[in-house]
């Protein structure tokens, strides 16, 4: 098919996309600027994309949104680059603001343990909001001060004056592994818990104690790498007294470095020790035996909370609610040793 050319060969212009269409430059506005729901019908919608297309007409963004007065920019701030959760969140994100003409700029906050560096002193003109997920209790001090609109994502629904928050259902999921692992006669369990102070991870602690009823557990905190994980899990099982016969884990690369403790005290994982993370990453089908473990919707999250900063600034609500979670039982779990 012959695509048309706009008059003069030059550059095509909303009014070339008009004439191909046989409507007008506001409605060439309203379907170009994903405006045009309720107002024109698809079949019109459809037609303007298409002659767009044909025509290779890109519309002028700066001057839209000058106009607009959005940069239709959000920043998305996560604690590492490093943790393939965080890339996961950002990648549903990213897909959201690009159905509706955003772009999504990342910033790493460093080593995920505040005060992170402010932000929005340079970049404040250049963003219209901000999405936070899984920021430490400290980190969140970088927020103040702005009046560009917050979204929270797996952080303290009370806290932050956030304009929305999207939370996974993260008690659940540790009710969900808990029981599972008393299920298989386990009374004796050690918690590896994160060394970085958050509220995802005080959720973990809080619903895992409440889940026990009557087991007894010991809490060990570690660096969020597998040396420091092993190396944690090492003291805990060789410290004095019964020992421990699952490892419970708030995260898969603690749950790696735990499984690393077991092998190098000579211990058979499941059939000594129990193993459990958390997140689901593609670590845990690396690990031999591979990981049971709680599966989390990254890139949901990431579009729930794009979803919702798009929401705020269109003066909507936001969809409310925590999203579910699932436990994935793998070999890395089993029944408890007999004495």
């Not at 998305?76 to 965080?86: G, I, K």
């Not at 004095?240 to 005290?265: E, N």
Request: net charge neutral; glycine share 10%; charged share 20%.
């Amino acid at each position: 098919m012959h695509s048309p050319e706009p008059p003069g060969g030059n550059r095509p212009t909303s009014r070339d996309v008009a004439a191909a269409a046989g409507v007008s430059q506001a409605t060439v506005s309203l379907v170009l600027g994903d405006k045009w729901r309720g107002r024109v019908s698809e079949r019109t919608a459809g037609a303007v994309r298409e002659a767009a297309a044909q025509l290779g007409y890109r519309p002028n963004l700066a001057a839209r949104n000058l106009r607009l007065g959005r940069t239709r920019t959000a920043l998305l701030v996560v604690p590492a680059l490093t943790n393939e959760f965080f890339a996961r969140v950002y990648h549903g994100a990213a897909t959201v603001a690009a159905r509706h003409g955003f772009g999504v700029v990342l910033y790493p906050s460093p080593a995920g343990i505040g005060p992170a560096k402010d932000p929005f002193a340079s970049a404040r003109a250049a963003l219209d909001g901000v999405i936070a997920s899984s920021m430490a209790t400290d980190a969140l001090q970088a927020f103040g001060g702005t009046d560009l609109p917050l979204v929270m994502l797996d952080s303290d629904p009370a806290g932050s004056g956030a304009a929305a928050h999207v939370n996974l259902d993260i008690a659940d999921g540790m009710r969900q592994v808990t029981r599972h692992l008393l299920a298989l006669g386990h009374r004796r369990f050690l918690h590896l818990a994160s060394a970085v102070p958050s509220w995802t991870f005080d959720v973990r602690a809080a619903a895992l104690a409440e889940t026990l009823h009557g087991a007894t557990v010991t809490t060990v905190r570690a660096p969020l790498d597998v040396q420091g994980a092993r190396e944690a899990t090492e003291r805990a099982l060789t410290a004095p007294g019964p020992r421990p016969t699952a490892v419970v884990c708030d995260d898969d690369i603690l749950a790696a470095g735990a499984c690393k403790a077991a092998r190098r005290l000579g211990l058979r994982v499941p059939e000594d020790l129990s193993v459990t993370g958390f997140d689901d990453l593609a670590l845990a089908t690396a690990l031999e035996p591979e990981l049971t473990t709680v599966g989390l919707p990254a890139e949901r999250i990431g579009e729930r909370g794009m979803a919702a900063l798009l929401a705020v600034l269109d003066g909507r609500e936001p969809e409310a609610g925590d999203l579910p979670v699932n436990l994935v039982v793998r070999d890395s779990s089993g029944p408890a040793p007999t004495a």
